[in-house]
């Protein structure tokens, strides 16, 4: 009995450590991607009284005629869903959705899903509002000003623009692969109740800030931390004063917390909402960061998110930093460059907020892959989402 109780012991104490990679694998994560809160504590982030409308557009998107290439064969936007596991789609034109699915097992219109790294963008639109309002100071404010138990680590004298486009300078390439990697030891004190402090802390400052681009989800947690430290509101409160009450949300949205105390929300990957409020966050983008007559978020802010005149952030000059060819980087946001100047949020295991503000279109694509990273599936998915821009342009 003494070795089964050892056994049962040691067999817990593994799930314990890789209860991550378990919820995050097909095809489990279909359900652990809609369900966080019965997973994690959570805070709430809740509707408005009234919600703004959100219509549905009189002639839908006829989406069964819609091809695109990819490796070397036309596709259709049903293979493109089987092959990128698509859990929700939507799209928006002109403020109205065109079309709506939810192909997913646990996927609804009231399911609100993880949306990991999306979390970023939305976390820079805050700081475009604070910023606005006066509660942070600007961007060339140092990080330590607001947050001084970093006095002393990798992150001190780095500034928030430094943050805010991934140039801190603090940390190696994100490598969800090796299990040391100060990404991994930050999932680790999320889940089990480690110290997230400790993690930031450690991380070693590699580069001189601002001169190279380096995606890091410390770097937004920081940002998320200042943000807390500035206005003296949680996350969680503050998106719900200053975006999804304004803003004419539809449901509740949550964060996921960290289990350690103090207990926070990740400024760079806790984010829960349905798709229909994502895509209200994206129309919202693409309308310059208007609301009806309220410009909620600062027009000058969303111009910056569609892209950067630095050199580093560029389309194509990201791969040595982690990111894609395909994108260059700014604000929070990943852009794509040419007379068009689209934008989108990204989440690992394939979650996009694509916004083409030219035509006024806005694409929500939620996903259940198996790895964080698969390039095969952006780049598919990517090539399918322009060329339904192109349909409705």
């Known amino acids: 009995m003494a070795a089964a109780a050892g056994a049962a012991a040691a067999g817990g104490a593994w799930l314990w450590r890789h209860q991550g990679d378990i919820a995050f694998s097909r095809p489990v994560n279909e359900?652990?991607?809609t369900h966080m809160n019965r997973i994690m504590p959570v805070a709430e982030v809740p509707r408005p009284a009234v919600a703004r409308p959100l219509p549905t557009a009189a002639e839908p998107l006829?989406?069964?005629?819609?091809?695109?290439?990819?490796?070397?064969?036309?596709?259709?936007?049903?293979?493109?869903?089987?092959?990128?596991?698509?859990?929700?789609?939507?799209?928006?034109?002109?403020?109205?959705?065109?079309?709506?699915?939810?192909?997913?097992?646990?996927?609804?219109?009231s399911a609100r899903f993880q949306l990991f790294s999306?979390?970023?963008?939305?976390?820079?639109?805050?700081?475009?509002?604070?910023?606005?309002?006066?509660?942070?100071?600007?961007?060339?404010?140092?990080?330590?000003?607001?947050?001084?138990?970093?006095?002393?680590?990798?992150?001190?004298?780095?500034?928030?623009?430094?943050?805010?486009n991934m140039s801190s300078g603090v940390g190696a390439v994100e490598d969800w692969t090796v299990p040391d990697a100060p990404i991994?030891?930050?999932?680790?004190?999320?889940?089990?109740?480690?110290?997230?402090?400790?993690?930031?802390?450690?991380t070693p400052r590699l580069r001189q800030p601002g001169t190279a681009f380096n995606y890091s989800t410390l770097d937004t947690h920081v940002i998320g931390w200042l943000l807390e430290a500035a206005t003296g509101r949680s996350l969680a409160e503050y998106a719900t004063e200053q975006l999804w009450h304004p803003m004419g949300a539809e449901s509740d949205a949550f964060y996921f917390l960290?289990?350690?105390?103090?207990?926070?929300?990740?400024?760079?990957?806790?984010?829960?909402?349905?798709?229909?409020?994502?895509?209200?966050?994206?129309?919202?983008m693409a309308a310059g960061g208007r609301v009806g007559e309220r410009q909620l978020v600062p027009e000058e802010w969303v111009a910056r998110s569609r892209g950067s005149d630095l050199p580093h952030l560029q389309v194509g000059e990201l791969v040595n930093g982690g990111g894609s060819p395909q994108y260059g980087y700014s604000n929070q946001w990943w852009?794509?460059?040419?007379?068009?100047?689209?934008?989108?949020?990204?989440?690992?295991?394939?979650?996009?907020?694509f916004v083409d503000p030219?035509?006024?279109?806005?694409?929500?694509k939620t996903s259940a892959w198996n790895d964080a990273d698969d390039d095969a599936r952006s780049l598919e998915t990517l090539r399918a989402l322009e060329a339904i821009v192109l349909a409705l342009a």
Request: no cysteine; net charge neutral; aromatic share 8%.
């Open 118 to 164: 999306l979390t970023k963008s939305v976390t820079s639109m805050l700081i475009g509002i604070a910023l606005e309002r006066g509660e942070i100071g600007g961007l060339t404010d140092p990080v330590t000003g607001y947050l001084p138990q970093l006095i002393g680590s990798g992150y001190d004298g780095v500034t928030l623009a430094d943050l805010l």
């Open 335 to 353: 852009t794509l460059g040419g007379e068009r100047r689209a934008f989108t949020g990204l989440g690992v295991h394939g979650q996009f907020l």
């Open 31 to 33: 359900w652990t991607f």
């Open 358 to 364: 030219d035509s006024e279109t806005v694409i929500v």
């Open 258 to 284: 960290t289990r350690g105390r103090p207990r926070t929300a990740l400024g760079g990957g806790s984010l829960n909402a349905t798709v229909r409020d994502l895509a209200r966050v994206g129309i919202l």
């Open 184 to 202: 991994r030891r930050f999932e680790t004190a999320v889940s089990t109740g480690g110290s997230v402090l400790e993690v930031i802390r450690s």
């Open 62 to 109: 006829g989406v069964s005629g819609i091809r695109y290439e990819f490796d070397g064969r036309p596709s259709s936007l049903d293979e493109m869903h089987r092959r990128t596991h698509t859990t929700a789609f939507l799209v928006a034109h002109r403020g109205e959705i065109v079309h709506e699915s939810y192909p997913g097992r646990f996927a609804s219109p």
